[in-house]
Structures are given as structure tokens and as C-alpha cells.
């Protein structure tokens, strides 16, 4: 055992766990990451799958078609499956920072429902 001052001691063994809890942290946020990349990667297949076979628009005429709906800058998309359609996702922030999410129907362009978030 080292000779330190009790308070000095203290101040290490805070630093050790403030280090410990940088570190979880640091490792929660790449899994995280890492998570959201495969997501985006399972969705492009998806996308690009139902795309070839006719069952959805590419992403970029949707986007051109709902313009004048979406009402701000979009900051995130999925891609998936529900009630046996293929719905795209959009996250978007409104002029006055809302954050709302619109459902649409990837076939169609028609959105589905616009939901605050």
C-alpha cells in the first residue's frame, strides 16, 4: 500500500472510476452507432431489393414528390415492413425545431401519418 495522504488517495481512486465510467460510456456509445450502421445497411437492402422487384419508388422521387409536404429538413429515414407494405420513415425537424415523424407508403408517395415525435 502506498504512503498518499488519504485525500490524495481519494482524488485517485475518483479519477479511476470517473475513467471506468468515461470508458462504459464511450463503449455504449459505439455500440450504438455500430447498431444504428447495421440498421441503415439492413435498409438499404430492403429498399433496394423491393425496389428491383417493383414494390417501392426509389427515395429520391419520394422525396421529390412530398417536398411541399415534409414541412422541414429531413434528418433521418427507414426503410420497413408494415401491414404488408413497404413504408419509409421520415424523421424530420420543422422550422421551429419540432421533431415529427411522417409514414409513407414507398409504392405510392401518399403519406400514411405525420406524428410528432
Known amino acids: 500500500m502506498t504512503n498518499l495522504p ?5 482524488t485517485l481512486a475518483g479519477l479511476g472510476l470517473g475513467s471506468a465510467a468515461a470508458f462504459l ?11 444504428r450502421a447495421q ?3 439492413r435498409d ?9 422487384r417493383g414494390e417501392a419508388l426509389p427515395l429520391a422521387e419520394i422525396l421529390s414528390r412530398l417536398r411541399p409536404e415534409l414541412g ?3 434528418v433521418g429515414v427507414e426503410f420497413e415492413r408494415e401491414d404488408g407494405r413497404w413504408i419509409y420513415e ?5 422550422p421551429h425545431g419540432r421533431l415529427v415523424e411522417l409514414e409513407v407508403d414507398a409504392a405510392t408517395a401518399r403519406v400514411l401519418r405525420r406524428k410528432p415525435e
Open 72 to 74: 422541414g429538413e429531413v
Open 90 to 94: 421520415f424523421k424530420v425537424i420543422e
Open 44 to 52: 438499404h437492402e430492403r429498399a433496394r431489393q423491393a425496389l428491383e
Open 25 to 35: 460510456a464511450s463503449a455504449a456509445a459505439h455500440g450504438a452507432e455500430a447498431d
Open 6 to 10: 488519504l485525500p490524495r488517495r481519494t
Open 39 to 41: 440498421r441503415r445497411a
